[in-house]
């Protein structure tokens, strides 16, 4: 799947103008920029000049560099290849001598992590035992 850079500049745009909670209008009339075209920009349709996206960004108060950062960012994300389960097992980082295999339990119930402590888990075998629910109805 290719992605456009007008397209990927045009959601940013959107997404930036959208959480400041601002009309097409109010944006395009403090870019000096016509309502038509910047619906246009927004959408991919049209590639936007330098000089127009400065604006935009100008009236929008997001930096330039920061919103092709952004986009930037966004492509890379999108053709970044998805890594194996070895690929992952094989860049995790060795666990610190004493916590192999630790678990996290909650020393205090509370709001924050800092309740939570490590236990060291004495064994590399996963049990689970399911139990009946207590109380439970069985159908005949």
């Known amino acids: 799947m290719t992605v456009l850079l007008r397209e990927a500049i045009g959601d940013r745009l959107r997404h930036a103008r959208t959480t400041q909670r601002r009309t097409l209008r109010e944006v395009s009339r403090t870019a000096r920029v016509s309502l038509g075209y910047l619906s ?3 959408r991919g349709r049209k590639e936007a000049s330098s000089e ?3 604006a935009i960004c ?3 108060d997001l930096p330039l560099y920061e919103l092709l ?4 960012s966004d492509i890379g994300a999108l053709h970044q290849p998805v890594p194996t389960p070895a690929e992952l097992a094989e860049r995790a980082a060795p666990a610190p001598a004493g ?4 678990t996290m339990v909650p020393a205090v119930i509370g709001n924050d992590l800092s309740d939570l402590r490590l236990q060291p888990v004495l064994t590399h075998r996963l049990s689970t035992s399911i139990s009946k629910p207590r109380n439970a109805v ?3």
């Open 69 to 72: 950062h952004l986009v930037a």
């Open 99 to 102: 916590l192999e295999g630790g």
């Open 138 to 140: 069985v159908a005949a």
């Open 52 to 54: 127009l996206l400065a």
């Open 40 to 42: 246009e920009v927004e």
């Open 58 to 60: 100008e009236a929008l």
